[in-house]
């Protein structure tokens, strides 16, 4: 039975300012949430951002109301709790995953079992790659060569401001970092269907071995295009936020791969429905982040481990944040490790 639900709100600073195709941050603010059952508790973390259309105050907001709703009511049922925070209000995806990892992190260390064995996972780590923001060709190659001696194996760069200068910086990151150093691509919207089709010519013959959500959300026609067009295959992101965007995207052929994050999916019970969909269509995914501190990276780290059809790992945003306060994760010779401790495996501010 679960006895109380709190929650916390941290603004950090990034390392430096973070550009996409869509703005900038400088700062991050995460939400971590805990959820207290008898003598065990689990904690959970929200990031807001534009792409679920949530602010730290929608967040919170949203989250004084889940108590009147989940206390008293039983931990072990995660669709029934669902169902519990869908009645507070649609969307609010990022808020619902805090409170959904809450419960995983509990119901795993409950069963004294790391997340990613709770869940029917095989392996504890795996490869991530590093993002690396929209800036000057000589900026991008500078931070290449910087994460790539820190032990990045793969990194992502992100485009979709200028279409000439993006192939040139990618083309100059390659040049510098050589061909064992896997390169991603996320234009996060950026280009027109012509210039991604273009683009992707481009890419395909620096190697580069995925192009993430070229063209607007909106425009699954555009993203067809590209992907029956493009060499490169093409990953889904801002385009599927639910089970129900899966579906459509893996039913139509719309994309060759998706991005599952757990703040578009409200957490791990959809993203084993979107993982699944996108499965039985001979996708693979990836699971990737927003500005998250520890908690919630550890979270998409035990999904992703948990399931062989999840081929590729984006979690890095804690890499750039200043004094996270949660702790725990490891990186090795590329790989993002999981703590040796049940649940989560995550020590935050609010464990005492
Ligand atoms: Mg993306």
Redesign the pocket.
Known sequence: MIDSVEFRTFVNKRTSTFT?ATGSSSSEENVIVKVVSGDEFGVGNANPTDVTKETVKSIEDFLSWVPKKIVGTDENEPEKLHQRLDSIAEGNTAAKAAVDIAIFDLLAKRCKQPLWKFLGGERDKMLTDMTIGIASKEVTVERAIKHTRSGFRALKIKVGLDLAEDIKRVAAVRDAVGERVELRV?A?QGYSVDQAIKFCEEMHALGVVVV??PVKAEDYKGLKKVTEASDVPI?A??CVKSVFDARKVAREGIADMI?I?LMKSAGICDAIMINRFAEAADMKTMV?CMGEIQVSIAAGLHFALSSNNVAFA?LDSHFNIVDDPSSGLQFEDGYLITPKRPGLGIKTPLDD
Do not use: A, P, T
């Open positions: 996409i996320d996060n993430e959500q990953m992101d801002e991005n994050k990737g984006d």
